[in-house]
């Protein structure tokens, strides 16, 4: 009977999961799926490693499937399709670790309140993260679970790169730059070595451009720097949020159009970045199909944004010697990443455009001081890693 990890990540309306075999020196994926359009007409959908469908099924607006019933029914799912297998551990995407989580952590009903004191934190994300925890805990007691943090990655920066310049009583609210998509970035640092020019430079730049998008500077395999902040809506221009914005202008908002808080948030996490500058749309394939004068200055915004916060990050590591793309747009769009390496052609970066449209790895000229890769992120890998070893590490405390 093998071992299976079940990694999970649980949004506002949608769980996506993925089972692993832990048994391989490399979990290796089993079957992954999603249950889409939660507290409306959801959706379960499950495919094998192969990407053939092995489950299907939708429910009624009414039925109302909440993150209890979805976590449930994805339990059910693995237990009749896998009967072969036995879970022994689930892994959980949590967007938040404030300064407490440096690494991943077995959950105790503890670690969740500690969870959910972040929660003022990132308030669209954190209560979603825990619900999921919550209904495993007290239908499972006895299964392991870890939460695995989009922020722990960068608690490894110098105190300078996670302060900001306010005084020492809002810092220690926990007012401070967390950085996010951590896991993405730590899975890309763990493969570098892979890459013999790649484990050998002193400092990668890494590009995450996706629905959400940010950057982060690696140095000795540890993050130095990123674009995100105090929360994922700083830095680059995204699908739907602005990135940075001068804090007058929320101030500006507040006095002149009386919005309030939510009013602000929705408008700088769900109307800004691609779908606001453009008008059209968020999804970046449908903008650079578009003959939308809108739809091309928000594709130059995007990567105008990137050039400028390259600049800042390498500045960070006193120059880079290599540029990695990842996520969606990084791995898939080779006009992106073309535009993108031209802005970073003063740092050294000189593309070679048959690779870059053959989709790399290498995408730099032989000769090219600063190498260019691409190299496809894998968040859920990262968990299930993280998963495996926290739960080792623990049966050998518990043997002990
Ligand atoms: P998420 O951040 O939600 O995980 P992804 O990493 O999947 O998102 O990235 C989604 C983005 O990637 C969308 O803007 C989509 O248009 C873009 N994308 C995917 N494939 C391509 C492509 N071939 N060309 C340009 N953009 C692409």
Redesign the pocket.
Same mark, same amino acid.
């Not at 249950?35 to 489950?55: H, P, Q, R, T, W």
């Not at 943090?149 to 926990?174: C, K, M, N, W």
């Given at each position: 009977m093998a071992d299976l990890i079940l990694v999970l990540n649980a949004g506002s309306s949608s769980i996506k999961f993925r089972a692993f075999d832990a048994g391989p020196a490399e979990p290796e994926l089993v079957l992954h799926g999603q249950v889409e359009g939660l507290y409306n007409a959801a959706k379960f959908s499950a495919k094998d490693a192969d990407g053939a469908l092995i489950g299907e099924r939708r429910w009624e607006a009414d039925a109302a499937l909440g993150h209890q019933e979805a976590t449930d029914y994805i339990g059910d799912f693995l237990r009749s399709h896998r009967a072969e297998h036995r879970l022994v551990a689930v892994g959980h995407r949590v967007v938040h670790g404030g300064v407490q989580f440096t690494e991943a952590a077995l959950v105790t009903p503890a670690v969740i309140e500690a969870l959910d004191r972040l929660t003022p934190l990132a308030p669209l994300h954190q209560p979603h993260n825990l619900a999921p925890i919550r209904t495993l805990l007290d239908a499972r007691p006895d299964l392991p679970q870890v939460a695995c943090f989009d922020t722990a990655f960068h608690r490894a920066q110098p105190e300078v790169a996670q302060a900001y310049a306010l005084p020492d009583s809002i810092t220690r609210l926990g007012v401070r730059r967390y950085g996010f998509h951590g896991l993405s970035y730590e899975y890309i640092a763990s493969v570098l070595p892979a890459y013999p020019e790649l484990g050998a430079a002193r400092a990668t730049l890494v590009a995450h451009l996706?629905?959400?998008s940010s950057l982060c500077a690696l140095a000795g395999g540890k993050s130095v720097a990123s674009t995100m902040g105090f929360t994922a809506v700083d830095g680059l221009p995204m699908?739907t949020r602005c990135g940075n914005l001068d804090p007058g202008v929320v101030l500006f908002l507040i006095d002149y159009l009386k919005m309030d808080a939510r009013a602000i948030e929705d408008l700088i996490y769900k109307q800004s970045g691609l779908l606001g500058v453009s008008g059209i749309s968020?999804?970046?394939?449908?903008l650079?199909d578009s003959d939308d004068a809108r739809a091309r200055f928000a594709v130059d915004l995007f990567v105008y944004r990137i050039g400028r916060e390259l600049g800042s990050l390498a500045a960070a590591t006193e120059g880079i010697d290599a540029l990695v793309f990842t996520?969606? &747009?990084g791995e898939?769009?080779a006009l &992106?990443r073309e535009r993108v390496c031209r802005a970073a052609r003063w740092l050294g970066v000189d593309l070679e455009p048959a690779a870059n449209a053959a989709g790399g790895p290498r995408i730099s000229t032989a000769g090219s001081k600063v190498s260019a890769w691409v190299i496809p992120t894998n968040e859920e890998l990262m968990i299930a890693r993280h998963t495996r070893a926290v739960v080792r590490k623990e049966a050998v405390r518990a043997a002990a």
């Amino acid at each position: 009977m093998a071992d299976l990890i079940l990694v999970l990540n649980a949004g506002s309306s949608s769980i996506k999961f993925r089972a692993f075999d832990a048994g391989p020196a490399e979990p290796e994926l089993v079957l992954h799926g999603q249950v889409e359009g939660l507290y409306n007409a959801a959706k379960f959908s499950a495919k094998d490693a192969d990407g053939a469908l092995i489950g299907e099924r939708r429910w009624e607006a009414d039925a109302a499937l909440g993150h209890q019933e979805a976590t449930d029914y994805i339990g059910d799912f693995l237990r009749s399709h896998r009967a072969e297998h036995r879970l022994v551990a689930v892994g959980h995407r949590v967007v938040h670790g404030g300064v407490q989580f440096t690494e991943a952590a077995l959950v105790t009903p503890a670690v969740i309140e500690a969870l959910d004191r972040l929660t003022p934190l990132a308030p669209l994300h954190q209560p979603h993260n825990l619900a999921p925890i919550r209904t495993l805990l007290d239908a499972r007691p006895d299964l392991p679970q870890v939460a695995c943090f989009d922020t722990a990655f960068h608690r490894a920066q110098p105190e300078v790169a996670q302060a900001y310049a306010l005084p020492d009583s809002i810092t220690r609210l926990g007012v401070r730059r967390y950085g996010f998509h951590g896991l993405s970035y730590e899975y890309i640092a763990s493969v570098l070595p892979a890459y013999p020019e790649l484990g050998a430079a002193r400092a990668t730049l890494v590009a995450h451009l996706g629905n959400g998008s940010s950057l982060c500077a690696l140095a000795g395999g540890k993050s130095v720097a990123s674009t995100m902040g105090f929360t994922a809506v700083d830095g680059l221009p995204m699908g739907t949020r602005c990135g940075n914005l001068d804090p007058g202008v929320v101030l500006f908002l507040i006095d002149y159009l009386k919005m309030d808080a939510r009013a602000i948030e929705d408008l700088i996490y769900k109307q800004s970045g691609l779908l606001g500058v453009s008008g059209i749309s968020s999804d970046m394939r449908t903008l650079l199909d578009s003959d939308d004068a809108r739809a091309r200055f928000a594709v130059d915004l995007f990567v105008y944004r990137i050039g400028r916060e390259l600049g800042s990050l390498a500045a960070a590591t006193e120059g880079i010697d290599a540029l990695v793309f990842t996520a969606g &747009i990084g791995e898939h769009s080779a006009l &992106i990443r073309e535009r993108v390496c031209r802005a970073a052609r003063w740092l050294g970066v000189d593309l070679e455009p048959a690779a870059n449209a053959a989709g790399g790895p290498r995408i730099s000229t032989a000769g090219s001081k600063v190498s260019a890769w691409v190299i496809p992120t894998n968040e859920e890998l990262m968990i299930a890693r993280h998963t495996r070893a926290v739960v080792r590490k623990e049966a050998v405390r518990a043997a002990a």
